[in-house]
Nanobody, 120 residues
Framework: VQLQASGGGLVQPGESLRLSCAASGIIARVNAMYWYRQAPGKQRELVAGITSDSNTNYADSVEGRFTISRDNRKKTVYLQMNSLKPEGTAVYYC???????????????WGQGTQVTVSS
């Protein structure tokens, strides 16, 4: 199983960016999916999560500005980030709780990270 994150880049404060993370490999079921971020010198923090039936939760710092969504057919999770702030500069990682077969318990898999830089 692999998770491939994409969509990072350099934007100015107030602008938007959309991240994508696609799961591939032998997959029976993708359960919850998450976006985390890690800024320089800081611990990795949870940004948003979405369950298999699309219930969502957000960190207080992004509530109302970020939207997490998923396309189950494509096994892909998205993070729409609006009104970006300089403190949003970080490497963004996706995580998926994935079941490879009906005979195995779900495991967590991480994507490789994508850099988001918010600067004027």
């Amino acid at each position: 199983v692999q998770l491939q994150a994409s969509g990072g880049g350099l934007v100015q404060p107030g602008e938007s960016l959309r991240l994508s993370c696609a799961a591939s490999g032998i997959i029976a079921r993708v359960n919850a999916m998450y976006w985390y971020r890690q800024a320089p010198g800081k611990q990795r923090e949870l940004v948003a999560g979405i369950t298999s039936d699309s219930n969502t939760n957000y960190a207080d710092s992004v509530e109302g500005r970020f939207t997490i969504s998923r396309d189950n057919r494509k096994k892909t999770v998205y993070l729409q980030m609006n009104s970006l702030k300089p403190e949003g500069t970080a490497v963004y990682y996706c995580k998926g709780r994935i079941q490879e077969s009906q005979y195995r318990l779900p495991q967590d898999y991480w994507g490789q990270g994508t850099q988001v830089t918010v600067s004027s």
